[in-house]
């Protein structure tokens, strides 16, 4: 495992953090859940096993994807045929 234990930890709690859906107040929680996990993975590769569980990739909010997806219908598409667009020019 090429990061530090806590690296590992610190990201594995944002990112429960961010699955959770950003709550505030609930930090030792998730620490202590991805605390948990490290433990199971170091466990489970002493064993001989080589699984490696990595934090989830960071996602969009649910607002900031909502906003992209407004602005596609907002924002009608136009094809253009290449015969078309010449002979605007």
Request: charged share 35%; hydrophobic share 40%.
């Amino acid at each position: 495992m090429l990061e530090s234990r806590d690296e590992w930890i610190k990201k594995r709690a944002y990112a429960i953090w961010e699955e959770e859906g950003y709550p505030s107040g609930r930090d030792a929680e998730h620490w202590a859940q991805a605390s948990s996990e490290r433990i199971a993975l170091e466990k489970t590769t002493a064993e001989g096993s080589t699984i490696d569980i990595k934090p989830k990739a960071k996602r969009k909010t649910a607002v900031a994807a909502a906003a992209v997806a407004e602005e596609k219908l907002a924002t009608p598409a136009k094809k253009i045929s290449k015969k078309a667009a010449a002979a605007k020019l």
